[in-house]
């Protein structure tokens, strides 16, 4: 089992709509979860960070906890084109707090 | 945040020779992460580099092929050894910043031919 889980996508939504972005993670010790988009041949760039179960805002994104479940999520709403890249769902694990990946989610928002 | 400074950005390598990566922080942090993104993939965490210790490495990774340097609480570097193809990544490194969460570098670029 991979220790953090996300679908490939491609995720295709209408400008306007809401992205919905899932992740999944395998260790219940994992204390930090962060969101990081990133544009083709771009380093990754961080969205949000979530420490605490439920959702927290920021601008037209959402990122929702469920430490139970162990499912972490990004809400985008009124999505972009300049949305269109890959997210990153990261969590912290291990003794030094490294950060671990999943795959990633394309996510493409056309006109 | 903190600011990283990565160089080179990119760089084109005879297969068998070694490429030394730098990355400066401008400010003091714990510790420096290093990670690779093969084309198309995700990232991939090589070790994690502590001043005055050294590093720690992923399974799968090891010391000899890429040996870490961490001389001070702002600077680090990875150098890749003896490179084949299949070391063609972009390679990145990264600062746990209390605040902001975790900053990457702008990434270097491999390519080994």
């Known amino acids: 089992q991979k220790e953090v889980e996300q679908n490939s996508g491609p995720l295709s939504v209408p400008e306007g709509a809401i992205a919905s972005l899932n992740c999944t993670y395998s260790?219940?010790?994992?204390?930090?979860f962060f969101w990081y988009r990133q544009y083709s041949g771009k380093s990754p760039e961080l969205i949000m960070f979530?420490?605490?179960?439920g959702d927290k805002e920021d601008g037209r994104f959402t990122a929702q906890l469920n430490k139970a479940s162990q499912y972490v999520s990004l809400l985008i709403r009124d999505s972009q084109p300049s949305d269109s890249a890959t997210y990153l769902c990261?969590?912290?694990?291990?003794?030094?707090?490294?950060?671990?990946f999943g795959a990633g989610t394309r996510l493409a928002v056309h006109p | 945040s903190a600011v990283i400074s990565q160089k080179p950005s990119r760089d084109i390598c005879q297969r068998g020779t070694s490429l030394t990566i730098q990355c400066q922080v401008d400010?003091?942090?714990?510790?420096m992460f290093w990670y690779r993104q093969q084309p198309g993939q995700s990232l991939t965490l090589i070790a994690t580099?502590?001043?005055?210790?050294?590093?720690?490495?992923e399974s799968g990774f090891v010391i000899d092929k890429f040996p870490i340097s961490r001389p001070n609480l702002t600077f680090s570097t990875l150098t890749v050894s003896n490179m084949s193809p299949e070391d063609s990544s972009i390679y990145l490194c990264?600062?746990?910043?209390?605040?902001?969460?975790?900053?990457f570098g702008s990434g270097t670029r491999l390519t080994v031919v």
């Open positions: 580099a502590n001043q005055g210790s050294e590093a720690t490495y």
């Open positions: 400010s003091q942090v714990t510790m």
């Open positions: 990264s600062v746990s910043d209390r605040d902001d969460g975790y900053t």
């Open positions: 260790d219940r010790g994992s204390q930090s």
């Open positions: 979530i420490y605490s179960n």
């Open positions: 990261a969590v912290t694990g291990g003794g030094y707090n490294k950060l671990i």
